[in-house]
């Protein structure tokens, strides 16, 4: 007998073992496979329409009703109002985009804008759901493993959760070298204890699961099942931005796979409740230098099949990489992932919401990314990879002309900016020499900055 409103369970059907949402588990502890936070839905208070979640526009004073996030906690509601930890996050855009349009050969073609958090990336929606779990069960010391900016969500909500009783420890592992200098900054500036192991991503995640077992820190990475709550959220907003009309398609980039995981699961609870009448098609975009993902699916032919998904394919795949010593390699760093953490979860949405996966090259992702750029607000290489890919599948015919397409954008463009000021500022052998790693050559869409002597007339000729 389930009394509370909410509760863990284990994604494998064949298991499906059920736990409080007071304990802090990273896995069925049974038999190893991931986690939902699943809920009792006759008792969670739904409205009867998602039109009347705007009400609480009229009491945004309220933090919980001021919050992207918490506005909508009736759909994730597993924590008392008091626990929870809110800096304001969830205030994004979602904004038509007639360039971007124009560039993907599209028709309706709308960004979310997720780099308009406090710290600049989508990773904030997650973190302020699993700091309000983590006060649930007491924890004030949280770690993550990151590419860079779970690292600054977590560091910044590491402050807020800070009162003047207990202070909240953060502690972020990131890989040597690969991070984004403004995602490195923030943490320092937070005021995380930052770990730097020489090693990948992969490497680092590895670390930090075995530390916080060792230490009893609270872990933060999107195998945290009440992040991916917090996370389903920023579907809602694309929902509530077309008016509660729900879009043909959803692209989004995939890295560690928890967006994509979270998307699917919120479209299919809003079915399943019946607040939603049909299902939106979610595409999946990998950077071909970490495509884990597209291989898996689009060439091993790997499928969730209600559960039953074929472990062998994915085990070999990695036996492999590691015998080849493949290394995932991308100038978009936040999805630089050889072994996708939520991988399974995600083949579970692509099978909720008839998904497509595709790879782009980083010279498709410099391009998409210049493009968003010229929208005014702009966006990281990672996040490009989401209009890279929507121009790849438009082209291909996967995605029609005519659709209407709401693609993620993850993280905001001054994250790390190195990118663009080479991208934009370089051009023939000395563009090819500062991206040689990256396979990128070409800048057709360079805003080259014009260097002109100090003198007036000069100036007036660059002008002309
Ligand atoms: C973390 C991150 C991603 C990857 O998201 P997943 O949910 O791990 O697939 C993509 N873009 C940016 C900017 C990120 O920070
Ligand atoms: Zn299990």
Redesign the pocket.
């Given at each position: 007998m389930k009394t509370e409103i909410a509760f863990q369970r284990c994604v494998a059907p064949a298991c499906a073992a059920t736990f409080d949402v007071g304990e802090i588990l990273n896995a069925c502890p049974k038999c190893g496979a991931l986690l939902d936070v699943d809920y009792d839905w006759d008792r969670a208070g739904l409205p009867s329409s998602l039109k009347e979640f705007e009400k609480k526009w009229a009491t945004r004073r309220n933090p919980l009703h001021f919050s992207g996030v918490w506005r909508f906690k009736e759909l994730l509601n597993y924590a008392p109002d008091e626990t929870v930890l809110t800096i304001g996050e969830g205030q994004t855009l979602l904004r038509a985009e007639p360039v971007v349009a124009n560039y993907v050969a599209g028709g309706q073609i709308y960004l979310q804008y997720e780099g308009l958090n406090p710290s600049g990336?989508f990773?904030d929606n997650g973190m302020t759901a699993g700091y309000t779990h983590a006060r649930m069960v007491g924890a004030s010391k949280m770690a993550c493993a990151s590419?860079g900016?779970?690292s600054s969500s977590l560091a910044a909500y590491a402050n807020a959760a800070t009162d003047g009783t207990k202070r909240c420890e953060a502690v972020v592992f990131v890989g040597s070298g690969r991070i984004a200098m403004g995602k490195l900054a923030q943490g320092l500036d937070f005021g995380a204890k930052t770990i730097q192991i020489q090693g990948s991503f992969d490497d680092a995640m590895r670390r930090v699961k075995e530390i916080s077992k060792a230490l009893g820190i609270y872990l933060l990475n999107?195998v945290n099942p009440f992040r991916l709550e917090g996370q389903k959220t920023i579907m809602l907003r694309i929902l509530e931005g077309l008016s509660w009309e729900v879009p043909d398609w959803i692209v989004c980039?995939?890295?560690?796979?928890?967006?994509?995981s979270a998307f699917g699961k919120i479209f299919h609870e809003l079915k399943k409740t019946g607040l939603i009448q049909r299902l939106p098609r979610l595409a999946v975009v990998n950077a071909a230098g970490a495509n884990t993902l597209h291989r898996l699916y689009n060439e091993q032919g790997l499928r969730w099949n209600g559960g039953a998904y074929d472990q062998k394919k994915i085990t070999d795949f990695y036996t492999q990489m590691d015998a080849e010593k493949r290394e995932a390699h991308t100038i978009a760093s936040?999805?630089e992932i050889n072994r996708p953490v939520n991988l399974v979860k995600s083949l579970r949405a692509l099978e909720w919401l008839n998904g497509v996966v595709c790879d782009v090259t980083d010279q498709e992702i410099v391009d998409a990314k210049a493009i968003v750029g010229r929208t005014g607000i702009g966006c990281?290489p990672?996040?490009a990879a989401s209009v890279a890919g929507l121009k790849k599948l438009i082209a291909n015919g996967t995605i029609g002309k005519s659709e209407r397409v709401a693609c993620v954008i993850?993280?905001h463009q001054l994250k790390g900016s190195e990118t663009a000021v080479t991208y934009h500022s370089k051009s023939g052998a000395e563009l090819g020499e500062a991206f040689k790693d990256y396979g990128i050559r070409s800048n057709v869409y360079a805003n080259q900055p014009i260097q002109v002597a100090n003198d007036l007339e000069e100036i007036v000729k660059a002008l002309k």
């Open positions: 990336s990773k590419t900016n779970t999107s980039p995939g890295g560690n796979l928890g967006n994509s936040a999805i990281e990672a996040s993850t993280g």
